[in-house]
């Protein structure tokens, strides 16, 4: 099984500031099968990016992401006080099929 | 544009069996372009990938889970299910359908694209 360890667990930050999020893969994962999902409060996950950078439709162009093998990152440029929320790393491997980061929680000062 | 809505009972009492549906909107699921999945996530926590179906009945199940659960899918309903069996309070949690689609392999459905509101499901006597 394939663990994904998300860094850091929490991260506080102000607005206009630039957010980097690492997702760390026990073994390696292939960088198609790589996803990232924003969770705001009280919310279902919404996708942000798959195949490791691809932009989910209507995602702005402040969330990038890049990565290959067992390290990932999601950036987000010029933090806005909507982006406070929870993000997971999400992988397609063998079994379990589908695995999740444990969420890094970011928080807007 | 496509939604999936779950529906079933708020509160299972220990032991008993946990049903849910999700309804499929805007779409059709009788298509092999994608699956369908159960996620869950109990309360403060993170998420936890539970099964997932495809139209044709074809079923893949998180191992750690397996021997409790059912997913199946009613293609005249357009919808699909979750039965999860033995349920204990750790088995609350906030349970989703989504839809799982694919980033490049056709066969391969990689990711969660769309994913309903979510429904609550507590496990108390």
């Known amino acids: 099984e394939i663990v994904l360890t998300q860094s850091p667990g929490t991260l506080s930050l102000s607005p206009g500031e630039r957010a980097t999020l690492s997702c760390r893969a026990s073994?390696?994962?292939?960088?198609?099968?790589l996803a990232w999902y924003q969770q705001k409060p009280g919310q279902a996950p919404r996708l942000l990016i798959y195949?490791?950078?691809s932009r989910a439709t209507g995602i702005p162009d402040r969330f990038s992401a890049s990565g290959s093998g067992t390290d990932f990152t999601l950036t987000i440029s010029r933090l806005e006080p909507e982006d406070l929320a929870v993000y997971y790393c999400?992988?397609?491997?063998?079994?379990?099929?589908?695995?999740f980061g444990q969420g890094t929680k970011l928080e807007i000062k | 544009q496509l939604q999936l809505q779950e529906s079933g009972p708020g509160l299972v009492k220990p032991s008993e069996t946990l049903s849910l549906t999700c309804t499929v909107s805007?779409?059709?699921?009788?298509?092999?372009?994608?699956?369908w999945g159960w996620i869950r996530q109990p309360p403060g926590k993170g998420l936890e990938w539970i099964g997932s179906?495809?139209?044709?009945?074809?079923?893949y199940y998180n191992p750690s889970l397996k021997s409790r659960v059912t997913i199946s899918v009613d293609t005249s309903k357009n919808q699909f299910s979750l039965k999860l069996s033995s349920v204990t309070a750790a088995d609350t949690a906030v349970y989703y359908c989504?839809?799982?689609?694919?980033?490049?392999?056709?066969?391969?459905?990689?990711?969660?694209?769309?994913w309903g509101q979510g429904t609550l499901v507590t496990v108390s006597s």
């Open positions: 195949g490791a950078s």
């Open positions: 073994q390696s994962v292939s960088s198609t099968y």
């Open positions: 999400q992988q397609y491997g063998s079994s379990p099929r589908y695995t």
């Open positions: 989504a839809r799982a689609d694919s980033s490049g392999n056709y066969y391969v459905k990689d990711y969660f694209h769309y």
């Open positions: 805007g779409g059709s699921i009788s298509s092999s372009t994608y699956c």
């Open positions: 179906i495809y139209y044709s009945g074809s079923t």
